[in-house]
């Protein structure tokens, strides 16, 4: 005998997202598999399941044995016109009155130049523009319903669905109510809960009454060949919700914006590269005459030996494409660039706002909308007179939730210490290996060994060994760091219990940027501020902690931001690079591995909730990851851009390509996530500000302590007898008596190379500015020192406040909403209220129309047609 849901299987539409009957659209699916001891699990299934029903929903089960793994039952859910009316109207969601009828004057100067970037109109506007107001059940005849079937859109109906799911109780106690299918997920009673997708992503589906949108994304959007083309925002925002919407609106946003930042920074990259004959300190360390008569003091102890300056001549070089005037331009550039890329995301998010009908969402509306694990955990109650819609629709709640007290606040405040100080022991370990290794690389390389390797070896030292060596161990502990800090953070969230889902991501962005700003900046902070800063002279050197035989690393005389950008490219580029790597191909693979066996079924046993079911899940964080990403990389471009003037560059590659892969990921890889609203990024517009804010200052000090340039023209315009830099190698460099070392710091027998002659040779030379052997200041600071740290200061001081000026001016000139959108909000609300104000009179005036025909009266008005043309009429 033939069960019936096999016969309907096989009759059913591969994609086909509606119940057996084909009328009744599948709003959410939820997944189990039966369990040999899942008696508890059964009786949770069944109440909970009851209780839904209960609240009005409709389900229906697909057996296991019609699944594609003969294990898995599917319970699809379908939420009929009476629960979406009624949720509608507690969550406000708004919805259309009249088509928007007011003229928009968008005439852009040689509009036919970007025919190329642009896509179809259906993909960029998939709905007409609507006057929206928020729902209310009682005035069903003021709003544009022609079908209630497709009134609602799937994402608006899957967001309500998931509201009644994270709230509908599976297990009533005197003590407690368990609710939630975020519970039943966590104790394993279902699998898994997604709604559909309404398509498959490769072809439209073959289903008249399913939109095929998924499809629409991947053709126009989630094709890597399609980088070059707009993103189709207004149909992302109606397949996946606003929030995911407004993500993608500010990711491309940055990209476009990169765009300025990169040219300008590869015109200052060009500028270093073609001014190398003007580099004259260059030249004199590099020619035999002056940087070859040099001798260097050791850069360690016994296993550094004597060098002379022109072995440095490569660095040199390479440090002055990114150590030169072009640099403080694009430090004050950048600081004038990252405010108007704020300030200019603010006017686009507005228009957003405007757009999607995200002027009057507020956040204190989400403060109704608890998360059911901070009513699950409160165990007191404050009566209210206001009642209940539910048992489980807290909205209009009988009682206000109050916290029990617990130690989470100081939880909070205390836990985040230790893994702060489990990061900087990390780097203070980078740090000891550096000085290890590098008298080890000194000793190793003293002969050259490495000019053998075929064409770079010449370029190799042991500083470019020690600092590429680190920066790669730095990276590796780097990822394996942020794995953990991701769950304490989580953890910590958890315990303060938050009371809505905004107030919980926002508590958690602080505390997981926090993490990954310690975890990914101090390295770069180490070498930007501290390495060569803290290291004595010869005779008397600083050792790490002052007691171990570590002697502190010394910058080369080509200085320390050749070493800074070596360290910000390995770690920028590595991050970029396995992150793109991981989100593309992690995915991919498990759902390959996931859907094996499916793939070898007939087409028509694999079902639309079976194809979803393989795919990965979204989580509720999933789009705080890849918010995270770009502000992590956008500090990169911002705190240490004076370092390294490509960084915009690589980022902008980068975010073409992440742009692509995170709209293929979501279009083809991830289940359809529930679909939520949110007017902006939340906190990271804090965040950024922040960065900003600290760009500034932190650029300010690596241009003045960090690079060469303050020393340079301080020597130009104070010591030089022609304003001209010759002779600036051989006075930035201190003399130091070779009797003056101890034993200690004397190189050991066969460290210092062959032409090193100790009867001959009584002097070397190290960088900082001392008297010499034998004057009565004998190693003291010259007061070219004290010049040279006052110009250092004043260019801070000049140059934070010039930036600053200039960005609060900015930000001053440039209004957050641009005055097109205020005047066209001001209007739609007035037209609202000018079609409420009829829309009630119409109706006074039909109810007086009925009682007169009641009474046998004449009718008054509108004798002879339906009230919804009447009221049709009046709008």
């Not at 709003?27 to 069944?46: H, I, N």
């Not at 995911?244 to 946003?253: E, K, S």
């Not at 009642?387 to 606040?409: D, G, H, I, K, Q």
Request: aromatic share 14%; hydrophobic share 40%; net charge neutral.
């Amino acid at each position: 005998m033939t069960k019936p849901w096999s016969v309907d299987k096989h009759q059913q539409s591969k994609d086909s997202v509606f119940f057996r009957d084909g009328k009744r659209r599948i709003d959410f699916v939820l997944s189990y598999v039966d369990d040999r001891d899942g008696e508890r699990k059964q009786e949770r299934r069944r109440e909970y399941e009851a209780n839904l029903q209960k609240a009005g929903l409709e389900l229906e089960t697909e057996d296991k044995l019609v699944s594609d793994d003969r294990k898995t039952y599917f319970v699809k859910i379908h939420a009929p016109w009476e629960v979406l009316a009624t949720y509608a109207d507690v969550l406000k969601i708004k919805v259309p009155f009249k088509e928007n009828d007011i003229p928009v004057h968008q005439d852009i100067p040689m509009d036919w130049l970007f025919t190329p970037f642009r896509l179809p109109d259906h993909i960029m506007n998939p709905e007409p523009d609507y006057f929206t107001s928020p729902f209310n059940k009682g005035k069903i005849d003021f709003f544009l319903i022609d079908d209630k079937e497709t009134f609602f859109p799937p994402s608006v109906r899957n967001r309500i669905v998931y509201y009644i799911l994270a709230r509908c109780p599976y297990h009533k106690t005197d003590r407690e109510d368990k609710k939630g299918i975020k519970r039943l997920l966590n104790n394993g009673t279902y699998g898994s809960a997604f709604p559909l997708h309404d398509s498959r992503y490769w072809k439209p589906s073959r289903d008249s009454n399913s939109e095929s949108e998924r499809f629409n994304l991947y053709k126009h959007w989630a094709q890597f060949f399609s980088f070059f083309k707009e993103q189709p925002l207004n149909l992302i925002r109606k397949y996946y919700g606003e929030k995911i919407g407004i993500y993608f609106a500010w990711l491309g946003f940055y990209t476009e914006m990169l765009f300025f930042a990169a040219v300008v920074g590869l015109i200052c990259f060009l500028y270093g590269l073609f001014t190398f004959d003007d580099n004259v300190w260059s030249k004199e360390i590099c020619s035999e005459e002056i940087g070859g008569n040099i001798i260097m003091c050791p850069l360690c102890d016994k296993k550094c030996g004597y060098w002379k300056l022109n072995s440095t001549c490569n660095s040199s070089w390479q440090s002055h494409m990114f150590d030169n005037v072009g640099t403080v331009f694009f430090a004050i550039f950048m600081g004038i660039w990252v405010t108007l890329f704020l300030e200019f995301w603010k006017r686009r998010q507005a228009r957003l706002e405007y757009e999607w009908d995200l002027v009057d969402f507020e956040e204190e509306q989400q403060q109704l909308q608890l998360r059911p694990e901070y009513e699950t955990k409160c165990t007191s109650r404050r009566l209210n007179h206001s009642c209940a819609l539910s048992s489980f629709l807290p909205l209009s709640p009988v009682s206000s939730l109050l916290v029990p007290p617990s130690v989470s606040c100081l939880l909070s405040t205390t836990a985040p210490v230790p893994q702060i100080s489990l990061i900087i022991a990390c780097i203070i370990g980078v740090i000891a290996y550096r000085l290890a290794v590098y008298a080890a690389f000194a000793s190793i390389m003293k002969d050259s060994p490495t000019n053998n390797i075929h064409m770079v070896g010449s370029l190799i030292t042991p500083q470019l060994a020690t600092s590429v060596t680190a920066s790669c161990i730095n990276f590796v502990i780097i990822m394996i760091l942020n794995l953990m800090y991701e769950r304490v953070a989580i953890w910590i969230t958890d315990m303060e219990i938050p009371k809505t889902h905004l107030e919980y991501e926002n508590k958690l962005t602080v505390k997981m940027f926090l993490f990954q700003f310690v975890n990914y900046y101090s390295s770069c902070f180490y070498v930007a501020f501290f390495k060569g800063k803290f290291v004595g002279h010869p005779g008397d050197y600083i050792y790490m902690f002052g007691w171990s035989k570590l002697r502190n690393e010394e910058c080369d005389p080509g200085g320390c931001l050749i070493e800074l950008t070596t360290q910000l490219v390995i770690v920028m580029s590595g991050k970029q690079v396995w992150g793109n790597v991981q989100e593309a191909l992690v995915p991919w693979v498990m759902n390959r591995w996931g859907s094996r066996k499916a793939r070898s079924h007939p087409e028509s046993r694999y079902s639309r909730w079976e194809q979803d079911h393989d795919l990965q899940n979204f989580g509720h964080l999933g789009l705080f990851y890849e918010y995270l990403e770009m502000v992590i990389q956008f500090g990169f471009i911002t705190l240490f851009v004076a370092s390294f003037p490509l960084a915009p560059l690589l980022a902008l590659l980068n975010n073409i390509i992440e742009v692509r892969v995170d709209a293929w990921k979501f279009t083809t890889q991830f289940r359809r996530p529930v679909a939520s609203k949110a007017h902006s990024i939340g906190a990271w517009q804090e965040i950024l500000n922040g960065v900003a804010v600290l760009s500034v200052v932190t650029n300010a000090f690596i241009v003045a302590f960090t690079s060469d340039m303050i020393p340079r023209l301080v020597y130009m315009y104070a010591y030089s007898n022609d304003l001209s830099m010759k002779g600036y190698i051989n006075n930035s460099l201190s003399v130091f008596n070779i009797s003056g070392f101890s034993e200690d710091n004397r190189p050991d027998d066969g460290e210092s190379p062959g032409w090193f002659n100790s009867s001959v040779i009584t002097t070397c030379r190290y960088r900082d500015y001392r008297y010499p052997s034998g004057h009565e200041k004998e190693y003291s600071h010259t007061m070219q020192f004290w010049h040279i740290l006052a110009a250092k200061l004043a260019f801070i001081i000049i140059m934070e406040h010039v930036a600053f000026m200039v960005k609060f001016f900015v930000a001053w000139m440039i209004p957050d909403v641009p005055s097109e959108v205020k005047a066209r909000i001001k209007r739609e609300r007035y037209l609202i209220q000018e079609y409420l104000h009829n829309y009630e009179v119409e109706k006074l005036k039909i109810q007086l129309s009925q009682r007169s025909d009641d009474c046998c009266c004449t009718p008054m008005i509108y004798p002879d047609i339906s009230r919804h043309v009447v009221l049709s009429e009046c709008l």
